[in-house]
């Protein structure tokens, strides 16, 4: 009762009276609410339409009637068309029936449909109506929407579907003031100067002269296309009224206008009578008159001769007496009466109406300008009804007399005839939207009562308490002959004079000739009763039964006397005012020259009629000469495809997106090769401006088209007549020999652009660019000066650069015929079937080319994978080279190659020894020895001090039972390198050729055999230990099982399932936590994906968007949701801070921290698919959008404002609206963030990839943005996003706080390999772990811009330290800045630190077992966890679980990382527990097994025991040449480990490198007594 009281006061005005004294009255609630008391939503807005008959869906629920009835279109044509021009035989006039129709927008709008739309189309038969399908298609269908229904209804037989009424059912005034108290302030003055008026174009005009103001606010009025331009038009065009639709037609409209002028006449009478009220007591009395006016004027007046005029124009049908308010008593709506009785006037409508000059006494008719469509225009006599339809002011344009002329036009031209005909203005061209821009409302009748699931005309009639018709001919009996004889049927309408014969008998035949009309739709039925005086019997009891019910159940009627609106004599004077009194108080019209009843034309009314209206004819007036036609011809019916216009948007648009990619990947490769030109160019800046050695000249290398440039020295040696060619560190990268040279030597010169290229016989072209023409001058002197004195003959060319480019040799080119050469020595080296006929394939020109070969001494140094300045190359190139003419002929390498790969260990030696015997003496002196020893020194970059040196070589000769000073014999050095431990060594050993190994893979087993024994033989020294410290016994240590060739046979991995199965369960084992974590996220994330997906897809299947485009919306839905999902929880990735914090907790046992890096890349992956998803199902959603006509959408996108003259295009939603520019921008980011997170990117363009990960703040933004336009639905994305975010920004905040601290640097050193060793103050509050790493930013190169290093100090170290190895632009800038030879004295820039950051290294001390694997810069975390070792060694207190680590250096040279033979000799010299084994693989050497790789593992395992370390390293550890062979390595743990369970793997280094140990481990994996090789990695 409370919430009554409440609803009361708020929606029911109370104002104070003014009839002389302080009266006060309630208004008519404007949304119906709470006119009844008792029953407070009876008569409301959005009310039900009330059922008197049964239910009669198809489906009892909600699907429509009829289904097995005819076509409407066939129903319109055989029983409501008819011979145009039929005048109403009562004299019903024009006035009425447009009164009438704004009667209806008064009491009823059930016009909206659905939302969604429900489609029920119309199929048009060509044959039918053939004006709706002029293109002969066969598939055209008349758009007919269902109607919009109470939602909680439909879904059951005992619920059925019912639909509503979208304003009151009272005679309230929502006519003349909208249907709501918004709409009824937005069209009032609001003013107290012209208190209580609506809003007028010209207040200063007089009322009788006023029209309403133009709708500059643009109210939401219905604003079709209008159907003869077939174009959409601004709705601010429209003039403000109450009336909604009241701007259908220019009848309509007049109506309108006359309740607006009539309720600013009594406004101002009210305000002169009474001029103390304000705007708003006047406002509301004038509406309260105004409605009462309204009220008796369409009961006691208009619905009379609505019902039945006699033929003395006299109504005989009039309701029943008032006799009261009865609250009891439903005033709403009727289905029958929506769909069917109230439709009855469409058959008195006229093609249109006659505009009389009001006031004329001469009768004089307007002759009419008209617009035709198309831009053309001419001349009418009257104003067409279906060219006027949403033009309404195009006649009544604001001039004084139009609206005059037009009521009085109205009032004088006859109605169409009381009968079942329906003028083509209605029933072939009524508006429609512009995909079908004329309709035929018959048909639509006819649907519409389908839809709202209507039975029968039978049932009808029984259902209002008729009786049935038991036979068609019983529908109409009305015989025109007899009751009305003065009609003369002339045009033989109505055969033996009965009404209805001719269509009652074409409908009974279109429904199967049944005898009675059971299955007759209830509109055609009813209509069918019609007779000259009006409605039948049917329609007459619908229309009065609602009325009175209209009329009764309204308790604020005017002839209420217990309302305290109107006392007894105010209720007189309003019956007594008619609708001829408010046309002639409002309009300039006279008594005299206006009807006495303008619904019905009497005899004695002024002006009658030229003649009836007949549509679709070229009929002139009476025959006029001037030819102007009475009536002008409808325009056709129009298509429209809302997709046209998007076409080329919606293709140009993805095809955008889709270029995006590529776009992208474009412009990375392009900056890659930018910033490689740019690191070239700053190369070639740093070399010294000048020359600063005689006859040597810097200057860049041009390799090839996709080899670049190099920063070369080039040096004339003019006593060896030779060319070198080194690094600017001067390091050898080729020699040209001009000794042997006799042919003429060819130099092209390009002076513009410094380039030149030098071609020698048999040689690859030296092609050259100098920093400047003065250099290239100066080298071209010096080239020419050297080649005279070599007495060679020499040809110069000026060429073009692109042409020296394409003519030049390169060595990619000579490479072809190199590996040709090198192919062809390998199969005649090791002989098969196979290899014959291999050969022998070859044409001749080929293999003549290949014998004819002879290769320079670099192109022979290359192909032995060392450089052609070493004593070792010059040696053996000098004895191979027999014939002594500067070139290795393919006989001679043969014949070199055919002993290294077939000889015994005695042949190899002696071809050694002849090397360095090149005055064949039979033996060396000590001297040449001694170069010998120094010349394979040299390969591996090994220089020994003096002592050291002694030491070897007096260890040797030992070996060979000689004394220090005698020369050494070919038997004799036998016995030192061929004999004893070394002799199966030797003769195992090969040369291994570049790219030769290729050519013996799969030649036969014996090669390859041969190959693993020399592997495995090679190999059978891991982790030995010398057994002398310089001659003094050392530490014992247990003795190691770390060979290749193991020495406890495994039992052999299992084959078929059973290793599937193995490899299965220890991939489990080991990454158990991983897949569990994973696994369970991605359930999740299907989960979030599947909710969403079966939401729309069945929840939602009838709402929405889901109608419009299908199951595309369950698609991006769900991956909506996915997206929001996983960009969400990538934050808890990037949350550095927490995850380092986390990991050292107790829940590190059950969260894989460490794997953060990779989740992050998975959930990253699932984003990116889900993104895909998205975007492509929106590119299919919205086509399906664009499809759609705009007014249709409006109920789906009900956020989205737009104008009805705006058509919602593809590109409207995709590029207007910020639902649509937020999904193009987070596609684009998404795009560039992904490209330039690829490997390439990361390592050609690290800042890049940086700084568009950047752009994640702009993802986020815009994906909040991208939910805020509630395109579908509310915005989700921060329901996903508070967690994560909150945990990111903390996390953020932790390293604000401590990254923006002024670290000091207190030493920076330049350390070989380009490495920047810096040391600096570590903060007071910094504590890490051992193999953790930081973020740190030079102040100097930018505060923002943080690069990732891992510390190799340890944590129990004062300071922390990096080293940094200069590979791109910002590193290289570190070590620029750092360079103290830059500094001139300045301090060293500070540092910000950020960190530390956790990884899986520093849990090395977890694992019983620990293998630590280190390439090149990546031994950095392993320094760190080396220095903890030796820390934690001389700590007794300290206890950990590791019993044993193994530490493998994988590293070219061992100058390479001085710095870290420091730290493992630190480890040597403090681990008397012997917790660290070290190995280092020294991988300048191809093969570990190569010829000499095995002469120096001799003089490396002589000098070891002497010495007890390593000849090259200085260390104890063990050194190993060439690459590691992790497998064997792997099982050789198992057998010195065999009861651990598990062995951490911790690898950092490049990725070709951690992906051998990967597959090492997972090879081991597969063994089922062996350990689970758990493998944790890191990559540069």
């Known amino acids: 009762m409370l919430l009554r009281i409440l609803h009361l006061c708020c929606i029911h005005h109370i104002i104070i009276g003014a ?563 408010v046309v002639l108080l409002v309009t300039n019209i006279k008594s005299e020259h206006f009807n006495k009843n303008p619904f019905i034309f009497q005899k004695g009314d002024p002006c009658p009629q030229p003649q009836q209206l007949r549509a679709d004819t070229n009929d002139t007036l009476n025959n006029s000469p001037d030819g102007v036609a009475v009536i002008e011809q409808c325009t056709g019916v129009k298509h429209y495809d809302y997709f046209s216009g998007s076409e080329y948007s919606f293709a140009l648009s993805y095809l955008a997106l889709g270029l995006c990619i590529p776009g992208t990947i474009g412009i990375m490769i392009l900056m890659a090769k930018h910033k490689k030109r740019c690191m070239a160019e700053q190369r070639r800046k740093a070399a010294p401006p000048r020359n600063v050695e005689p006859d040597v000249y810097i200057a860049s290398e041009w390799m090839g088209p996709q080899e670049g440039e190099r920063n070369v020295k080039v040096k004339f040696d003019i006593d060896r007549k030779k060319i070198h060619v080194t690094d600017r560190g001067r390091r050898p990268l080729r020699m040209i020999d001009l000794r042997y040279v006799n042919k003429k030597i060819h130099f092209r010169v390009c002076e513009p652009s410094n380039f030149i290229s030098l071609r020698v016989p048999d040689e690859i072209d030296l092609v050259l660019r100098f920093a400047t023409g003065e250099f290239l001058t100066e080298f071209i002197r010096k080239l020419e000066e050297f080649l005279r004195t070599l007495n060679l003959e020499r040809d110069r060319q000026d060429w073009t650069e692109p042409l020296i480019m394409k003519n ?172 004893g431990e070394y002799e199966n060594t030797l003769e195992q050993a090969t040369l291994q050729l570049a790219g030769a190994k290729q050519q013996w893979q799969g030649k036969g087993r014996a090669v390859e055999q041969s190959f693993s024994r020399r592997r495995k033989t090679f190999i059978d020294s891991f982790g030995e230990s010398a057994a002398t410290d310089g001659g003094a016994p050392r530490q014992q240590r247990p003795k190691s099982h770390l060979r290749g060739e193991v020495v406890k046979k495994s039992r052999p991995p299992p084959t078929g399932f059973w290793k599937h199965w193995n490899s299965f369960t220890k991939y489990v084992e080991n990454y158990r936590r991983q897949i569990f974590w994973v696994s369970l996220y991605i359930l999740i994330t299907i989960g979030i994906f599947a909710e969403r997906a079966f939401y729309y897809s069945l929840e939602r299947e009838h709402f929405g968007l889901r109608r419009l485009a299908g199951y595309g919306v369950s698609v991006t839905r769900g991956a909506a949701s996915g997206m929001m999902w996983t960009f969400s929880c990538l934050l808890l990735t990037m949350s550095r801070n927490t995850i380092t914090f986390l990991r050292e907790t107790f829940l590190h046992r059950f969260i894989p921290f460490d794997s953060f890096h990779a989740f992050h890349k998975l959930i990253a992956y699932m984003a990116l698919i889900f993104r895909v998803m998205h975007v492509f199902g929106h590119g299919i959603n919205l086509y399906h959008i664009s499809t759609w006509a705009s007014g249709d959408l409006n109920c789906v996108f009900r956020e989205y404002f737009r104008a009805t003259d705006k058509l919602a295009s593809f590109h409207y939603w995709a590029w207007t609206t910020i639902t649509g520019l937020t999904g193009i921008a987070l596609t684009l980011i998404v795009n560039v963030m992904y490209v330039f997170a690829t490997p390439y990117a990361r390592r050609n363009l690290f800042s890049a990839f940086w700084t568009t990960h950047l752009l994640y703040i702009g993802l986020y933004g815009f994906m909040l943005m991208h939910g805020w336009g509630r395109l579908v639905q509310a915005p989700l994305t921060q329901n996903f996003l508070y967690g994560p975010l909150f945990v990111y920004v903390v996390d953020k905040l932790i390293s604000i706080s401590r990254k923006k601290v002024e670290i000091a640097v207190q030493k920076a050193e330049l350390l070989p390999s380009d490495v920047l060793g810096l040391t600096f103050k570590r903060p007071s509050n910094f504590d890490y772990k051992s193999g953790q790493w930081v973020r740190i930013a030079c102040l100097e190169l930018g505060t923002s811009e943080y690069h990732p290093f891992t510390l190799t100090s340890a944590p129990h170290e004062e300071h922390l330290s990096l080293h940094i190895r200069a590979v791109g632009p910002w590193t290289m800038n570190m070590r620029k800045t750092y360079d103290t030879n830059n500094r001139d004295g300045k301090p060293f820039p500070k540092l910000y630190l950020d960190g530390p950051f956790g990884e899986g290294h520093q849990d090395w001390y977890r694992y019983k077992v620990s293998v630590l694997v280190g390439g090149g810069i990546g031994v950095t975390p392993f320094a760190s966890i080396l220095k903890d070792i030796v820390f934690k060694s001389r700590t007794s207190a300290v206890r950990f679980p590791c019993e044993k680590v193994y530490f493998m250096w994988v590293t070219r040279t061992q100058k390479q990382f001085e710095w870290l033979t420091d730290i493992i000799r630190e480890v040597e010299n403090n681990d008397p527990n012997n917790l660290v084994n070290v190995h280092i693989f020294i991988t300048q050497f191809q093969q570990k097994f190569d010829l000499r790789t095995t002469m120096l593992y001799i003089c490396e395992r002589h000098f070891q025991k002497v010495c007890g370390k390593s000849l090259f390293t200085g260390l104890k550890a063990t050194t190993h040449f060439g690459r590691p062979e992790f497998e064997e390595f792997f099982k050789s743990i198992h057998h010195e480990h065999p009861k651990v369970q598990q062995v951490g793997v911790f690898s950092c280094g490049p990725p070709p490198m951690t992906l051998n140990v990967e597959h090492a481990c997972a090879a081991m994996n597969k063994y089922t007594d062996f350990p689970s090789y758990i493998h944790h990695f890191e990559n540069f």
């Open 19 to 581: 009839r002389g004294g302080n009266e006060e009255f309630e208004l008519h609630p404007q949304d119906g609410w709470f006119n009844n008391l008792i029953h407070p939503d009876w008569g409301a807005i959005d009310g039900q339409l009330l059922r008197k008959s049964p239910v009669a869906y198809s489906d009892g629920v909600y699907m429509p009637s009829g289904q097995d009835r005819p076509n409407p279109f066939e129903i319109s044509r055989a029983g409501h068309k008819g011979p145009p021009g039929l005048g109403s035989l009562r004299n019903r006039t024009a006035f009425l029936v447009f009164f009438g129709q704004q009667v209806v927008e008064e009491i009823l709008d059930a016009q909206t449909p659905g939302c969604p739309r429900e489609f029920f189309n119309i199929p048009v038969k060509s044959s039918v109506t053939p004006q709706f399908d002029p293109e002969n298609k066969g598939n055209v269908e008349m758009p007919v929407f269902r109607s919009r229904y109470d939602q909680r209804t439909g879904l059951s037989p005992n619920n059925p579907r019912q639909q509503l009424n979208e304003i009151t059912p009272y005679i309230d005034g929502t006519l003349m003031y909208g249907p709501g108290k918004a709409w009824t302030d937005a069209i009032r003055e609001l003013s107290e100067t012209h208190k209580g008026r609506l809003k007028a174009l010209d207040p200063s005009v007089p009322v009788k002269d006023s029209f309403p103001a133009l709708n500059d606010l643009r109210l939401p009025f219905a604003n079709p296309p209008p159907p003869r331009e077939h174009n959409l038009k601004p709705v601010k065009r429209f003039w403000m009224i109450g009336n909604p639709r009241g701007n259908e037609n220019p009848f309509l409209l007049a109506f309108g206008i006359l309740w607006f002028r009539y309720h600013n006449h009594v406004a101002d009478e009210i305000s002169k009578q009474y001029p103390a009220l304000n705007d708003e007591q006047v406002f509301n009395l004038a509406r309260k008159k105004v409605i009462a006016t309204h009220q008796n004027i369409v009961l006691y007046e208009w619905l009379p001769m609505w019902l039945q005029v006699n033929s003395t124009i006299v109504s005989s049908q009039v309701v029943p007496p008032y006799s009261g308010y009865n609250p009891n008593i439903h005033p709403g709506i009727a289905q029958e009466f929506q769909s069917a009785a109230f439709r009855f006037g469409h058959t008195l409508v006229t093609p249109g109406t006659w505009i009389r000059k009001a006031n004329d006494p001469t009768c004089t008719f307007e002759k009419l300008n008209i617009e035709m469509g198309g831009g053309s225009s001419g001349q009418a006599h009257a104003l067409r009804l279906c060219n006027a339809f949403w033009n309404p002011q195009e006649f009544l344009d604001g001039k004084k007399a139009s609206i005059d002329n037009l009521l009085s036009g109205l009032a004088v031209t006859l109605a169409e005839r009381e009968d079942h005909i329906v003028v083509p203005d209605l029933r072939e061209h009524l508006f429609g939207p512009l995909e079908f821009s004329r309709r035929d409302l018959i048909a639509i009748n006819i649907q519409r009562a389908r839809d709202h699931g209507l039975p029968d005309y039978n049932s009808v009639r029984e259902a209002y308490g008729l009786e049935r018709r038991e036979s068609w001919e019983d529908i109409n009996t009305y015989n025109i002959s007899e009751k009305d004889p003065q009609y003369n049927d002339t045009e033989n309408m109505y055969p033996n004079g009965m009404y209805m014969s001719g269509p009652i008998a074409n409908l009974k035949k279109l429904y199967g000739n049944t005898s009675a009309p059971d299955n007759l739709d209830l509109f055609s039925g009813g209509l069918l009763e019609t007779t000259p005086d009006g409605l039948g019997e049917l329609f007459r009891t619908i229309i009065r039964d609602q009325f009175t019910r209209i009329r009764d159940g309204d308790r604020f009627w005017f002839e209420n006397d217990k309302n305290g609106l109107f006392n007894t004599s105010e209720i007189d004077e309003i019956r007594n005012i008619s609708i001829r009194d």
């Open 808 to 979: 030049a040799t390169t060595k990619a080119m000579r490479k072809e015929t190199l590996d040709k050469f090198i192919r062809v020595v390998c199969l005649q080296a090791f002989k098969t079937d196979t290899d014959i006929k291999d050969i022998s394939n070859m044409d001749g020109t080929t293999a003549n080319s290949i014998f004819k070969i002879q290769l320079t001494r670099t192109e022979f140094a290359e192909a032995l994978g060392l450089t052609p300045t070493s004593m070792f190359v010059r040696n053996m190139f000098l004895m191979v080279d027999k014939d002594k003419n500067g070139l290795v002929s393919f006989h001679e390498f043969m014949q070199m190659f055919n002993i290294v790969a077939k000889g015994n260990a005695g042949d190899k030696a002696e071809m050694f020894f002849n090397m360095f015997d090149l005055k064949r003496r039979g033996c060396l002196s000590r001297d040449q020895f001694s170069k010998m020893i120094k010349s394979m020194l040299d390969l591996s970059d090994t220089g020994l001090d003096d002592d050291d040196f002694k030491v070897l070589v007096d260890s040797l000769y030992q070996k060979a039972g000689l004394q220090p000073s005698k020369d050494i014999t070919i038997g004799e050095f036998k016995k030192i390198f061929a004999s």
